[in-house]
């Protein structure tokens, strides 16, 4: 069903977090719950996988996520800022001891000069506060691959989280 990269990263990602007993959960936008599915693909991945949160429009990244109205106005669904808030959101609102979240432009339309599609922001954290992010400027590359380039990132993104003390 998936790509060999990204199921070699989930399948990793499940048999690492299972042996240190690490949950997950995601925030996701525009990749829309494709992060949870590719790791829920994996037996086994009840054991790591807490909860997903899709959360595609500002109202939902407000409600469920907590993201603050002000740093959506000033800085729009995708930007750092707003990827950084999704996911200490992600861990505030689960049982999850690592989160990433996703919100870009997947295209094919939306883009802008300042924001053009392709553009991705993301983040991952840890419940002790620690955050990474990762501005990913994939281009027009096409909706299906700027999403499924998004879950690699994020899958190698929380790998990467997991192993900062």
Not at 154 to 162: G, H, K, P, T, V
Request: overall charge neutral; hydrophobic content about 50%; glycine content about 10%.
């Amino acid at each position: 069903m998936w790509p060999a990269d990204i199921e070699q990263a989930a399948r990793a990602i499940i048999a690492d977090f299972t042996a240190r007993v690490l949950k997950i959960a995601t925030a996701e936008s525009c990749t829309g719950g494709l992060i949870a599915a590719a790791l829920t693909e994996i037996a086994g991945s009840s054991a790591v996988v807490d909860r997903g949160f899709v959360t595609y429009s500002n109202e939902a990244k407000i409600d469920m996520l907590g993201v603050d109205a002000a740093t959506l106005a000033a800085n729009g669904a995708v930007s750092h800022e707003t990827a950084a808030e999704m996911v200490r959101g992600a861990i505030a609102h689960s049982r999850a001891d690592l989160a990433v979240a996703v919100t870009g432009i997947a295209g094919p339309s939306g883009g802008s000069a300042e924001k053009p599609v392709g553009l991705v922001h993301l983040a991952a954290a840890t419940r002790s506060g620690n955050i990474l992010h990762r501005e990913m400027r994939y281009g027009a590359i096409g909706r299906n691959a700027v999403r499924l380039a998004t879950v690699k990132t994020a899958l190698d993104l929380l790998r990467e989280i997991a192993q900062v003390p």
